[in-house]
């Protein structure tokens, strides 16, 4: 009974040991939970490393199907055993939610930035087509001008002279008006000044005449008391 006892553990053991396989390079995810926990050996009992939160990516090292524990390697290197049920293959729900929105969110961009380029293409070609309109009426009036021009093409030598004549006769008005300008400008600033000198110098005499006028007074009133 005790033979078969030894040879029932013995091949319990080879089992665990045909079960316990090595998986290198390969990724697996915290499946769908809050937290869940890295221990330092492959049960219960062992010491708790840290928590690892839903959708974090492990490095699978070892797979214990017997004690139902994984080895696994963090991102940041650090080593741990883990459920191995709390494992899978693909990333969370939340995970892949979060990361096909963002391929949406990315994609609408997308579009986004090509319907305001159709816009702004929209807009260029509105505004070319008015830019055409614009310069087809302006050729017209100019070869309308031009036409003109043609038929009095004789009289051009003495429009230009007489535009000449004009032009130095301007210049000579500017400058006369320059000059009466400074005329007027030294006049005011003469003016002014003769007022300033008017007003000080009766500003002046009034002031003689109040320190004056009170001494006279005086005198007269002594002489006047003394007879």
């Known amino acids: ?46 010491a708790i490393l840290r928590m690892l939160k839903s959708g974090t990516p492990v490095e699978v090292l070892e797979v214990d199907k017997e004690s139902g524990h994984t080895r696994v390697k963090t991102n940041n290197g650090q080593e741990g055993w883990i459920l191995t049920r709390y494992l899978s293959a693909e990333p969370t729900a939340r ?36 830019l055409i309109t614009q310069l087809e009426s302006e050729n017209k009036k100019l070869t309308e001008q031009l036409s003109s021009l043609k038929t009095t093409a004789a009289n051009v030598l003495n429009i230009e002279a007489e535009n000449k004549k004009f032009r130095h006769k301007l210049a000579d008005t500017e400058e006369q008006l320059n000059i009466l300008q400074n005329e007027s400008s030294e006049i005011e600033a003469r003016k002014n000044r003769d007022w300033f000198i008017t007003g000080a110098l009766v500003l002046f005499g009034g002031l003689i005449l109040g320190l004056i006028l009170p001494r006279f007074a005086r005198k007269r009133s002594s002489r006047y008391s003394d007879f």
Not at 13 to 33: I, K, N, P
Not at 109 to 124: F, H, M, P
């Open 1 to 46: 009974m005790k033979n078969y006892i030894d040879s029932s553990a013995f091949l319990f053991f080879l089992l665990g040991l045909l079960l316990t396989t090595s998986v290198f390079a390969e990724t697996r995810y915290v499946s769908d939970q809050l937290e869940v926990t890295l221990r330092r050996g492959p049960t219960l009992s062992h």
């Open 95 to 130: 995970v892949q939610l979060e990361q096909l929105l963002k391929s949406m969110n990315q994609k609408e961009d997308a579009n986004i930035s090509v319907v305001e380029q159709l816009k702004t293409i929209r807009n260029e070609h509105e505004t070319a087509k008015q």
